[in-house]
């Protein structure tokens, strides 16, 4: 796509400080750097979010997300890691080429303030339950 930044630096004609790069996959550090080593993994066709990956470019990109992520683990103190992926304007993206966010975890200083806000009291297990089936009834593989 002509006018998305991530295809201009997988094209090369923006430059990254490339972490990882093979045939189908690209990891780069992120230029915001939330924290050292927020590192983004995108792959090289085009996908615009989640709902777009096919399956073959989904195992290629996450084949390599482990590996990345040992490596920022072994380079840098991590207490741990954020696996960060926003898809459509309205759960934040605001790049709209599929990417995931490897967001290393120092201490609870580092900025980054993830809180879920659980409505459990609000389902019952029969609630899950018919959600979980609905959701399985249209799981097309």
């Known amino acids: 796509m002509s006018d998305c930044i991530f295809c201009k ?3 090369g004609e923006i430059p990254s400080a490339k972490v990882f790069e093979n045939d189908d996959v690209l990891a780069f550090l ?19 979010d989640v709902f777009d990956l096919d399956t073959e470019t989904a195992e290629k ?4 997300v482990p590996a990345i992520s040992r490596a920022l683990r072994s380079q840098f103190d991590l207490k741990g890691l954020n696996l960060i992926n926003n898809n ?3 759960a934040g993206q605001e790049v ?14 580092d900025g980054i303030k ?3 806000i659980s409505h459990q ?21």
């Open 9 to 11: 630096i997988i094209n």
């Open 88 to 90: 459509g304007s309205f």
């Open 121 to 141: 009291a609000e389902y019952s297990n029969e609630d899950l339950q018919q959600i979980a089936a609905t959701i399985n009834q249209a799981i097309r593989l």
């Open 30 to 48: 992120d230029i915001s750097q939330v924290t050292k080593g927020h590192t983004l993994v995108i792959p090289k066709i085009h996908k615009e």
């Open 96 to 109: 709209f080429h599929y990417h995931l966010h490897l967001v290393p975890r120092y201490d609870k200083n």
């Open 61 to 64: 990109l996450f084949s390599v």
């Open 114 to 116: 993830k809180k879920f």
